[in-house]
Each structure stands twice: as structure tokens, then as C-alpha cells.
């Protein structure tokens, strides 16, 4: 996954440089679809092997461990800078999509209809993601930039090769290992699946913070998100044999995190357009909390009603005025 990664995020600078938009779009497009390409493999395959809470559950799985712990990694290992063009446009489109689609899965089913609408609202995005990244340059010859296409999408495809195979063996393992601690499917698909289908994003954002693309490490998370609810539910909403069931437990507690954890990013960024190590040590703590709460509860141990209320007592009360507090900073310091 590493190597897949590296011949990634490799090709990802190359081609944008040479179709002169900024590697905010790459990341937000080739990298992220990339990235996500294993989550979209293991939902497509759950739902025609007749486990939709698996396939379901780690969509919302995957969309959390991708704000908490790939971008609270990240800014632990060198602090992030945030694009203004996320925080205005592409974070209230996630948190949108979030909400368009815990709206539409309120009957506890996703059909081929709503499936339909989340793919075209996918191209809607992509078109308009395209219209704003291009800008005034000299334009390249055609002919260098066939070669450069040709070239840049070869490695694409091999480190997206990559990608899918190291984290199709990582996933294998692990899910012999969660059956035979008898997890349900739902449980498993939060954990275990949404975690081995994340981790080769979560390889690619940290190269490439590394290589001090920061941009493509913050694009390629939100860009993921937003493909595995557009694109990853939708796709599979479209092929699969029937509506997929959306259990109550998902509906309850799932994607009410989900949906928090999404509008916890927009005022987390626009705190100063960066992600710091402080910063990222929070969302690593959170991700920890919801680990413990979702494990905790499946297994019946009562550390589930105190984590609860821990955290619905001191912690994100103390943690929402302290988001307060530094958004009403940045407002003011931008005024």
C-alpha cells in the first residue's frame, strides 16, 4: 500500500502540472477516487454477497476514521494547511451530502432511485470542481500532453493496483479475525472493513503530507468522503440485487456521528486555514472514544454508558466552546 501510495501521489503532481490546475484538484478528484477504490470494491462485493450492514456500515465507518485519524495523523506529523476553496466550497458539500443522505435512508432502505441522485449529484460536483481549478497559463503542446497523460494515468494505475491489493490481503485477515471473535456484520463493517479500506487513503495523505503536498493530503480526505457517499453508496445503491437495509442501531448512533464529525471539520478549518498538532490530537482522542463507545456497546461491557456520558456531559460540551471560541477568533482576526 506504501508503494501504490508513492506511485500515486507521484503521478497526481505530474498531471497537475500538466493540465496547470492546482494539486487541491488532483487531490480532490484522481487521488481521492484512487484512494477510495478499495472501499468501493468491498461495499459492492457486501452488497451482492447479501451483507449490506457490512457494506452500509463501513461507508459511515470509513467517512470518520478518515476526518479523525488520517488528517489527525497527518497534522501530527507536520500541521496542515487548509485551502479556503474546502472550507467555502468542498467541506459544506460534505456535510451536505451527509445530510442528503442520512435524509434519504430515514425509511431504513437506500433503493436504486436514491442511488441515481447520488451518482448525478457526484458529476454535478466533479463538473464544478473542474469549471473552478483551471487557471490562466500557457498552454502545453498537445502532443507532450498526450504523452504526459499517458504516463501520469499508467502509474495511476498501478499504484492504484497496488492500493487495492495490499488492502484486499489486509482486509482478508482481518475479517477472520473479527468472525472469529463473533462480531455482527455491523460492528464489523464500522471497525474492521472501514478501517482496512482506509488505510490506503490514509497511506496516500500521509506521503503526501510528507512530501509537503499538503494540499492533496487535505483534498484527498475530503474528496474521499465525498466519493464514498456520492459515488461508493450511489454505485452500489444502482447494482446492487436489492435496496440496501439500513439497520436502526446505523441510524441512530452511526450516522448522527457521521454527520457530527463532518460539521466538526468546518469550524475546526476555519480556524486559521490550518490543521495543528494540538488539533490533530483531538481528533485522534475522539476517534478513540467512538472505537471504545462502538466496541464497548456491541460487546454489552458497561464502559458504553459511561463513555456516553462522559461525552455527552464534559467532553464535547467543553470541546463545542473551544471550536466557538476560535472560530469567533478567526472571524474577527479576517474582519
Known amino acids: 500500500m506504501i508503494l501504490g501510495a ?8 505530474r498531471l497537475a502540472h500538466g493540465l496547470n490546475v492546482r494539486p487541491l484538484f488532483v487531490g480532490l478528484t484522481a487521488v481521492a477516487l484512487g484512494s477510495s477504490a ?4 468491498v461495499t459492492v462485493q457486501a452488497a451482492w454477497s447479501q451483507t449490506p450492514d457490512i457494506a452500509v456500515s463501513s461507508v459511515f465507518g470509513a467517512n470518520i476514521f478518515s476526518i ?25 458539500l460534505m456535510i451536505g451530502a451527509s445530510l442528503l443522505v442520512y435524509l434519504m435512508v430515514m425509511n431504513e432502505r ?42 501520469s494515468l499508467a502509474m495511476m494505475a498501478t499504484g492504484v493496483a497496488l492500493l487495492i491489493g495490499g488492502g484486499h490481503l489486509l482486509l ?63 454505485v452500489t445503491a444502482l447494482i446492487a440485487p436489492s435496496p440496501l437495509s439500513i439497520s436502526p442501531n446505523a441510524l441512530d448512533f452511526d450516522l448522527p456521528v457521521m454527520l457530527g464529525v463532518a460539521v466538526l471539520s468546518l469550524p475546526l478549518f476555519y480556524s486559521g486555514y490550518r490543521i495543528t498538532r494540538v488539533e490533530g490530537a483531538i481528533l485522534l482522542g475522539l476517534y478513540l472514544a467512538y472505537g471504545l463507545h462502538v466496541v464497548s456497546f456491541s460487546t454489552g461491557m ?27 477568533r478567526a472571524w474577527r482576526r479576517q474582519r
Do not use: K
Open 68 to 92: 479523525l485519524v488520517t488528517l489527525g495523523l497527518c497534522a501530527l506529523v507536520i500541521p496542515l494547511r487548509v485551502s479556503r476553496q474546502l472550507v467555502r466550497m468542498d467541506i459544506p
Open 172 to 234: 482478508e485477515a482481518a475479517m477472520e479475525i473479527a468472525t472469529d471473535f463473533g462480531f455482527s456484520d455491523r460492528i464489523i463493517g464500522l471497525t474492521i472493513v472501514a478501517v482496512g479500506t482506509s488505510l490506503p487513503e490514509l497511506a496516500t495523505s500521509l506521503l503526501a503530507a510528507l512530501r509537503g503536498q499538503r494540499e492533496i493530503a487535505v483534498g484527498n480526505v475530503i474528496g474521499s468522503n465525498l466519493f464514498n457517499l456520492l459515488g461508493v453508496l450511489g
Open 302 to 328: 458497561p464502559l458504553a454508558g459511561q463513555l456516553e456520558q462522559l461525552m455527552l456531559h464534559y467532553v464535547l460540551p467543553v470541546l463545542g466552546a473551544l471550536v466557538l471560541w476560535g472560530t469567533v
Open 6 to 13: 508513492e506511485w500515486l501521489v507521484r503521478a497526481a503532481i
Open 110 to 151: 437506500l433503493g436504486r432511485l436514491e442511488g441515481a441522485l447520488l451518482v448525478l449529484a457526484l458529476c454535478g460536483y466533479l463538473a464544478l470542481l473542474w469549471r473552478q481549478s483551471r487557471h490562466p497559463g500557457r498552454p502545453h503542446h498537445s502532443q507532450r500532453l498526450g504523452v504526459l497523460w499517458l504516463s
Open 38 to 41: 478499495p472501499q468501493l470494491a
